[in-house]
């Protein structure tokens, strides 16, 4: 299985903000919505950054409550990493398993961003797979 095929099954919808968005906006934003991050949009809406719960509790931690006004552009993970809907969920889990991260934003050729894959989804799918495998060789085993 590989990322378009979980896409296919979760949607393309990507929770974005502006780099000049401040932290308080952003934190609303994860609340609201009841996601893990927010991708940050810069110039000609390329990825400039992804800013996650972590990343929230860090600024709070290392500026006190006058972070909240600050722009998000001060705190967010600038060195983001992405991946293709060519990515295999093997590659995914490795990807997130070395890397300590639980989002990856998916992008096209132009690196166009067209999605969004949680460790959630990555789990999810994967433990679909592995019942479905688990059926077939009960099936196989029975009629064997």
Known sequence: ????????????????ARSDATLLDISSKLAAKKIGCI?????????????SERDVIRAIAEG?????SEPVSRFM?????T???STTLDEMMERMTQ??????????????????????DVVK????????????MRGYL???
């Open 64 to 68: 006190g409550a006058g972070a909240l």
């Open 1 to 16: 299985m590989n990322v378009a095929a979980i896409l296919k099954s979760k949607g393309r919808a990507v929770t974005t």
């Open 99 to 120: 890397g300590r991260f639980r989002h990856l934003p998916v992008v096209d050729d132009s690196d166009a961003l067209v999605g969004i894959i949680s460790i959630g």
């Open 142 to 144: 029975a009629t064997g």
């Open 125 to 136: 799918h994967h433990v679909a797979e592995v019942e479905m495998e688990v059926s077939a």
């Open 77 to 81: 993970t600038q060195s983001v990493q």
């Open 83 to 85: 991946c293709s809907e």
């Open 39 to 51: 991708i940050i949009i810069g110039d000609h809406g390329r990825i400039a950054g992804i800013m």
